[in-house]
């Protein structure tokens, strides 16, 4: 069939030439540590040459985010909203493992988000455990449409947790913009991250609800729990 396209058209790990397999050698090593800090004081060089501590430095870290949850729930769909500000209806399921970076200025802290988007099929799950190592946070997401993504949710924290051991995290309610199909209320999913201990969130890939919010609180949970330990 000439007019195929090649057998990794339908991988949707962002289509980036290099970016299909994530473990480089500089992602892997950035994986070693939960909250790694780049550089805790910048220097200005004054004109006589000398370096000097800048009184304005930023903080800067490097945070490797899975995003976990059952197959078609939205999690590849949510990544691509918050790293490139758009939305496909056509659905690719991701093959192995999909990967982007995005960076965020939290003001006193510049940091560096690496997404690992894991691909929920249940027969990739003898490699998912690689890819959980070195996470400094976890990305929940549900499908407000399907309620037993809702009822999986446990199941993927403990997954996980059995990898990295307690991992802060925030729980995505996604798809609230399919109001008709809306099976899961905010209530219980609010119960649920209470009960966790993770920061609930309605979001949708489709229109940006919620999205960029969700993102930068993962980012400061991670900080902040990389701090106090
Ligand atoms: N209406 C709506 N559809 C969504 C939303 N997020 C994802 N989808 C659709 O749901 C399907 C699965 O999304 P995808 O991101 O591939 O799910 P994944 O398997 O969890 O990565 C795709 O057809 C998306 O277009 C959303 O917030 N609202
Ligand atoms: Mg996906």
């Known amino acids: 069939m000439p007019n195929c396209p090649p057998a990794t058209a339908d991988y949707d790990g962002y289509r980036r030439e290099g970016q299909r397999y994530p473990l480089t050698n500089e992602t892997s090593l950035w994986a070693q540590s939960e909250v790694s800090q780049v550089n805790s004081v910048q220097t200005a060089t004054r004109s006589n040459g000398e370096q000097e501590p800048m009184s304005t430095a930023q903080r800067q870290y490097v945070l490797k985010i899975c995003v976990v949850g059952e197959g078609a729930v939205g999690k590849t769909s949510l990544i691509i909203r918050y790293t490139e500000g758009h939305f496909r209806e ?11 970076v995005k960076e965020l200025d939290l003001g006193d802290t510049l940091v560096r988000l690496q997404l690992w988007d894991l691909a929920g099929q249940p027969h990739f799950s003898s490699v998912r455990p690689v890819f959980y190592r070195g996470a400094a946070g976890l990305i929940l997401v549900f499908d407000v449409t399907r309620r037993e993504t809702f009822d999986k949710v446990p199941t993927w924290y403990e997954e996980v947790q059995q990898v990295t051991g307690d991992l802060t995290g925030v729980l995505l309610a996604n798809k609230v913009d399919m109001l008709d199909q809306r099976r899961v209320t905010a209530e219980e999913g609010q119960a649920l991250a209470r009960q966790r201990g993770w920061t609930y969130f309605e979001t949708s890939a489709k ?23």
């Open 90 to 100: 056509s659905y690719l399921m991701t093959i192995g493992t999909g990967f982007a």
């Open 207 to 229: 229109d940006g609800k919620g999205v960029a919010d969700a993102f930068r609180q993962i980012a400061t949970q991670a900080i902040d729990r990389g701090r106090s330990r």
